[in-house]
């Protein structure tokens, strides 16, 4: 499906494609600010912890250091509209775009823009990952797609995450970036909820963001999904940047579904 490749006799990854794929896939950048910030905060600013501290917790996975990781989360967050926050993503994305070109070009000879998203990858690196600055802990998920929030620290409305997604990243200098929310479904009923997503996408459009897409489903109803799936075989989600039947997913795969933030309107 990938024209050129036919005609040369040659494959797609061996300059075989007419216009060839040049793939940076961005996993994990809203995890990196995350963590960033909290050391940033709670070392250097607030002076709660030392260096030593941190490390000897995230070495344990936090084990017997439970108030150092209840620190950790509770530190600054992507997705509550915080000027500073903000500004902090947008920094460590331009630092990741400014990296991409001085690594020079493919090895076809080629450069194109960098990608922002993480298909289910964010899962992969997750599971062989340690704990994190964040507060999260050894083995799980990474954040989804590219400017989603971290599942639980979301605390400040829809709103509030759709203008920190469109502030996260230059999408002009970005190929593509995902952005997903979770919506419980009755706050997306009738005339006014069908109008209040219309206005939160407009939001987000206007600021220059580009993608967004959404689950409207219940965690109650997701998680009896796991229980019983022989009762939701036609039950399909929104990963990040693909849809799939929920029953058919990886366990690790589900439980990041579950645990992404359950929104409502005001």
Known sequence: MTGGCIEKGTDCWDNGAKFTADLLINVGTIDAANGLMAVKKLIFEDKKLTMKQLKQALAVNFEGYEEIQRMCLDAPKHGNDEDE????????????????????????????KPEAYSNSLHNLFGAVMGALPTGRGAGRALTDGSVSAMPGTDK???????????????????????????????????????????????????????????????S???????????????????????????????????????????????
């Open 85 to 112: 926050m903000n500004n902090f993503v947008r920094q460590c994305y331009d630092v990741v775009y400014e990296a991409y070109y001085k690594a020079g070009r493919n090895y076809c000879g080629k450069k194109s």
């Open 220 to 266: 109650k109803t997701l998680k009896d999904a796991q229980l019983h799936p022989e009762k939701y075989k036609d039950l399909v989600v929104r990963v990040a940047g693909f849809s799939a039947y929920f029953t058919r997913l990886d366990p690790g795969v589900q439980n990041e579904i579950i645990k992404r933030t359950e929104l409502t309107f005001n």
């Open 156 to 218: 400040n409305g829809p709103t509030a995450l759709v203008n920190s997604a469109a502030k996260a990243l230059d999408t002009v200098r970005f190929n593509s970036n995902h952005f997903n929310m979770k919506f419980h479904p009755a706050a997306l009923e009738g005339t006014r909820g069908t109008r209040n997503l219309l206005a939160l996408i407009k939001t987000y459009m206007d600021q220059g963001g580009s993608h967004i897409q959404f689950n409207v489903v219940s």
